[in-house]
């Protein structure tokens, strides 16, 4: 599972010209799933998220996750996450889940995040979509289950 998150003061994402989910102070989640991915690897992911520490402290130093300022999500699909770029000049994305599984794996994310946090607004999986944000700092931070599972080198 991957994971585009981007800290933000605000968001929304629209849908045919209709605002269908936002959030204040917090994360836009850009959430791509893989075909092997479980619902473990959607648990891991949200952890990581939840608890970085990403959010500026008092002194203006990033010491704070989203749990700590009660922040809010917006998480979107994103399944060209999974694009390979290595041949050609079209992307290919057969590295990603097929739509039931992306679906599935999306709304249990989506449930664990609001499991955490009191406001997750969600895209519609599938649809074409506008999102606006007004990104904080900014801070954007690549997540990668694969990458999370691996020992760090010393």
């Not at 679906?103 to 074409?128: I, N, P, Q």
Request: charged fraction near 25%; proline fraction near 3%; glycine fraction near 12%.
């Amino acid at each position: 599972m991957r994971a585009l998150i981007q800290r933000v003061s605000q968001a929304q994402v629209e849908v045919d010209g209709e605002v269908v989910g936002r959030c204040g102070r917090g994360l836009v989640v850009l959430l791509g799933v893989g075909p092997t991915d479980t619902e473990a690897e959607a648990a891991q992911l949200w952890d990581k998220m939840l608890n970085l520490r990403i959010f500026d402290d008092g002194d203006g130093k990033m010491n704070l996750s989203l749990a700590q300022v009660d922040g809010e999500v917006l998480v979107i699909s994103q399944f060209t996450l999974y694009a390979d770029c290595r041949r050609g000049r079209r992307p290919s994305f057969t590295g990603a889940a097929g739509p039931e599984l992306g679906e599935r794996l999306y709304e249990h994310f989506c449930g664990l995040a609001e499991k955490s946090v009191r406001h997750v607004g969600r895209g519609v999986f599938g649809a074409d979509m506008q999102v606006s944000l007004e990104n904080d700092g900014p801070v954007t931070v690549w997540l990668d289950t694969d990458e999370l599972s691996r020992p760090r080198r010393a």
